[in-house]
């Protein structure tokens, strides 16, 4: 169980700044945890150390075993690590159903040649991806937009699109960069349980960054947090919630409710 | 499937169409008309393999006219007679092998289009490391590098002399059925997986590594095939006009194929086709204003060059109040004309 995923003293500077600190972490398999912390703390640099887009100074990265440290993005993902964008990065003059089909591009088994002249073992692959496509538009309730533009969706259907493409990579670890950023109660409640839905159904971990502590507290087992790069807390969100160092730091002594 | 069918069956009755057409003018057309279809189908090919790169992969490339130099080069030194050789290289002599060295058209074309991807595969190691403006710079260097090694390889490319003589082989046919089998490689290759993956680094390039495209190995296909099809279209062009010199694929050559595409529509095939076909006319019927024209009270003499000023206004017009083109990103296929007519049989 120790070995599905491990941080081990991330370390990122960039330039002066020291962006994260010595930041460590296991996760285990079918886990909710999530990394909270003020803005600036360094959580995004953690999500970009993991699925690639930044080589950490020092520190390591394994998955499932194995050392991933500074791989290419695009490797990191095929190994089985999705990811959502805190800014919202979909392929914007793509149909939704387009978006989803790219993440099955790096399993297609058919050659270039083969797709190039349409032969029909490409042919009936295209046609089995885009019905798994649908499948996962389903999960998330944009079948009916399937044919829409990506980039005209409304800001809510936008982040569930990104969810429905990293879904689609059949991901062992769901890393989700504040998906219920910009979004009302009722709609955080409604991903909330559209998270829970999706770990009943697929092997999911998820990892997940979001400053809506109402949705972090009801949805994670388990809580990080960080504080100008440095670890300050973590446990389980009833023992965040009396962290004295938590209240100070996160929230300027408030209470968490 | 029946639509599927339908489809099937209306590109092959375009296809039949576009053959009778040509066969007309094979007969009956005037030199003047057949040169201007073999000039199209030229464009065609090479908006069309441009576009695939510069349009549907978002990288401004601005090389595409040392691929058409190097398929020129490769194809006219292969077909040229070993006397004919002789006789051009009078400055120093050519190199063996190529002094002795003769093929057939056909293999001269494949041997065009596969020199120019060998070159497309050597630079694109520079070339994808940067992007965006970098990307601009260093494609336009390796394109002038190409055109001042034709000058300065004396006994390779006959230097500033160029390459006369070349057997006239280029006829409408093998200009037309390679402007074809590019176009429908190319949508081809487009409408599949790997377009998607290509549209999708245009898109928004850090999400589609994010989504495990290998940004790398697919530029690097797109910009092999276009080389490819650039090069045999340079073949094609150094056998239509049967003397070429290193002043053919200057810059002005990669700029006249931008006029063509984004007028046409950055992004679509449909469109690289359009602005390809516009171009070559309009080349012709603006001849006009290069000639003295009398205006009944004066007399303005000829201004040889004319014809690209206005070209440049052309494009900045479109650029400024048009920036898509004529066909934005949308393709005109028969699943586009037969969905249309569905909708207005039902509406
Ligand atoms: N690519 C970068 N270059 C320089 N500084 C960066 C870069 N990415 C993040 N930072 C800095 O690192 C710190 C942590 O950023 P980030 O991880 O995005 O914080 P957050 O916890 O809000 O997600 C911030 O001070 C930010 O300005
Ligand atoms: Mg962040």
């Known amino acids: 169980m120790d070995d599905f995923f491990k941080l081990d003293g991330i370390t ?56 991933i440290t500074g791989r290419p993005v695009h490797e990191i993902t095929r190994l089985g690590i999705a990811r959502t964008f805190q800014n919202i990065r979909l392929f914007p003059d793509m149909t939704v159903l387009e978006n989803v089909m790219v993440s099955f591009h790096h399993k297609l088994r058919s050659h270039f040649w083969q797709a190039m002249f349409g032969l029909p073992s490409y042919r009936r692959e295209e046609s089995l991806l885009k019905s798994e496509a ?12 399937s044919a829409e533009r990506a980039g005209s969706l409304p800001y809510g259907q936008q982040r569930r699109l990104e969810i429905a493409r990293a879904l689609a990579i059949r991901p062992g670890l769901l890393l989700l960069d504040e998906p219920v950023a910009g979004m009302n109660p009722s709609e955080s409640l409604e991903t909330a349980q559209l ?54 730091a996160y929230l300027g002594g408030a209470c968490v409710c | 499937m029946d639509r599927d069918r339908l489809k ?28 201007i279809l073999n000039n199209m189908a030229i464009f065609i090919t090479l908006a069309v393999s441009y576009n695939l790169v510069n349009g549907y992969c978002g990288i401004l490339h601005l090389g595409p006219n040392a691929f058409v130099a190097i398929g020129a080069y490769t ?45 497309a595969f050597l630079i ?55 402007a074809v089998l590019s176009m429908v490689v190319i949508s081809r290759l487009i409408h599949s997986s790997y377009g998607r993956a290509l549209k999708a680094i245009r898109e928004d390039e850090t999400a589609a ?62 469109g690289a086709v359009i602005g390809a076909m516009l171009f070559a006319w309009g080349g012709e019927a603006l001849r006009i204003v290069e000639k003295p024209m009398d205006l009944g009270f004066v007399i303005i003499p000829g201004i040889p060059g004319m014809r690209m000023v206005i070209f440049s206004l052309l494009l900045m017009l479109v650029i400024l109040f048009a920036r898509r083109g004529i066909m ?20």
């Open chain 1, 12 to 67: 990122v500077q960039f330039g002066g700044l020291v962006a994260v600190h010595r930041f460590s972490l296991h996760l285990e398999e079918g886990e909710r945890v999530g990394l909270i912390g003020p803005n600036g703390a360094g959580k995004t640099t953690v999500f970009n150390i993991v699925s690639g887009f930044l080589a950490p100074g020092s520190g390591k990265v394994y998955w499932k075993g194995n050392d």
């Open chain 1, 134 to 145: 649908m499948t996962y538009l389903e999960e998330l309730g944009l079948s009916h937009l």
């Open chain 1, 195 to 248: 998270i829970l839905d999706l770990q009943r159904k697929y092997p999911l971990t998820v990892f997940l960054i979001e400053h809506d502590m109402k949705f972090v507290m009801q949805l994670c087992e388990r809580i990080k947090v960080l504080d100008y790069g440095h670890t300050i807390a973590e446990g389980t969100p009833a023992e965040i919630q009396q962290d004295p160092l938590v209240l100070k």
């Open chain 2, 8 to 35: 099937i069956f209306l590109n092959g009755v375009t296809l039949v169409a576009v053959f009778l057409v040509l066969f007309a003018f094979s007969r009956y057309g005037t030199d003047y008309q057949v040169r």
């Open chain 2, 75 to 119: 194809s006219a030194l292969l077909t040229m007679t070993p006397a004919e050789k002789q006789m051009n290289f009078i400055i120093q002599p050519i190199v063996w092998p190529l002094n002795v060295i003769e093929v057939p058209f056909v293999l001269s074309l494949l041997a065009a289009g596969l020199t120019a991807t060998l070159f």
């Open chain 2, 124 to 178: 694109s190691f520079p070339v994808f490391r940067v992007r965006g403006d970098y990307l601009a710079i260093v494609t336009l260097g390796f394109g002038e590098v190409v055109r001042v090694l034709c000058n300065a390889l004396q006994n390779v490319t006959n230097g500033p002399l160029g390459l006369k003589g070349l057997s006239p082989c280029t006829n409408l046919w093998w200009t037309w059925g390679v």
């Open chain 2, 209 to 270: 590594r994010a989504m495990g495209v290998d940004p790398f190995q697919h530029l690097l296909l797109a910009f092999l095939i276009s080389a490819f099809f650039s090069g045999v279209a340079g073949g094609l062009l150094a056998h239509l006009i049967t003397t070429i010199s290193p002043t053919l694929f200057t810059f002005l050559l990669t700029f006249n194929l931008l006029i063509m595409i984004v007028v046409g529509g950055l992004g679509s095939t449909t």
């Open chain 2, 328 to 347: 934005g990103r949308s393709e005109l296929n028969w699943e586009v004309i037969l969905t249309r007519l569905d909708r207005l049989r039902r509406p």
